[in-house]
């Protein structure tokens, strides 16, 4: 549809994981839109976008390995986009604290009497997985292993005589699918082009540098210069952590995840500067 609406202008479509890509790939572009569903993707293309940053001497980011990003999502009828310059406004990193936590069911609730459809999809997803198949991964995009769940879903939710299980209902549940509203998603994507257009042509001044759009109780719009952190472990020019000099690898890996354990997966890999691997 692109294609046929503007001319001269080339997509290239590549269907794989983003993570399959190497960072070099992503540094071709000049201009990065995401269009992603979850925070883990976010956070994955943030770090790369930070990895290109160089900084001189007092700290400042170097202009030119400034890779800029335009991000929109939409959640029913909220939505929101915002532009990231890593090193200049706040990163994903920065502002982790704009998503809510993500939506978790008491398991003793789901093994008891479940009072609604979701927690007998949960149930079946969570529960009877584990014991029927036990030591075989669940994957959402497999369609056999969603099945699998809507079935032992809807046996359940019939014996306790809770309607509301359908296959699309399960998807949505495993997956924590919200509905897609169009107008929402027109009114972000839009704002996603134009911040996107603004700064490959610099025809105007650009979004500072996020903006919510609510929809459910009428169309409230409004953009916040929310601020960098400047003890980001992403985005900045580096956070100190003093240690002392006979202090061996292990402990400082320790002293790491004591220090930055909210914002780390595990324990960090650690390479000198200039590239050398210390642990991987």
């Known amino acids: 549809r692109v294609a046929e609406r503007v001319a001269g202008v080339t997509v290239t479509p590549h269907f794989a994981r983003i993570e399959d890509k190497p960072n070099e790939w992503h540094q071709q572009f000049h201009i990065i839109v995401l269009g992603l569903d979850s925070l883990e993707a976010r956070s994955y293309i943030n770090a790369v976008a930070c990895s290109f940053l160089e900084y001189d001497e007092e700290g400042a980011p170097d202009q030119s390995t ?5 991000d929109g999502g939409t959640e029913g009828f909220k939505g929101h986009a915002r532009v990231i310059l890593p090193g200049v406004t706040p990163c994903f990193q920065c502002t982790m604290w704009l998503f809510p936590p993500q939506t978790n069911f008491p398991l003793c609730t789901l ?39 809507y079935d032992r879903a809807l046996a359940r939710a019939e014996q306790f005589g809770i309607p509301g299980v359908t296959y699309v209902h399960t998807q949505g549940v495993v997956k924590n699918i919200i509905p897609a509203i169009p107008s929402t998603n027109a009114i972000v994507a839009a704002s996603c082009t134009l911040e996107t257009l603004k700064m490959a042509t610099m025809c105007s001044p650009g979004m500072n540098n996020y903006m919510l759009y609510v929809g459910s109780s009428g169309v409230y ?28 690898l292990s402990e400082v ?9 909210d914002e780390l997966s595990g324990i960090p890999s650690v390479s000198m500067y200039g590239g050398a691997n210390l642990y991987m």
């Not at 890996?253 to 354990?261: E, M, P, S, T």
């Open 66 to 70: 400034i890779k800029p990003m335009v």
């Open 111 to 149: 093994a008891e009497t479940p009072p609604n459809a979701a927690h007998c999809v949960e149930y079946a997803h969570l529960i009877q997985w584990g014991q029927d198949r036990p030591g075989e991964s669940f994957d959402a995009d497999d369609a056999e292993h969603m099945k699998w769940v």
């Open 221 to 248: 719009t409004h953009t916040v210069p929310y601020e960098k952190d400047p003890e980001c472990v992403c985005c900045s020019s580096g956070v100190r952590l003093e240690m002392g000099a006979d202090a061996t």
């Open 253 to 261: 890996l320790d002293a790491l995840v004591k220090k930055f354990g």
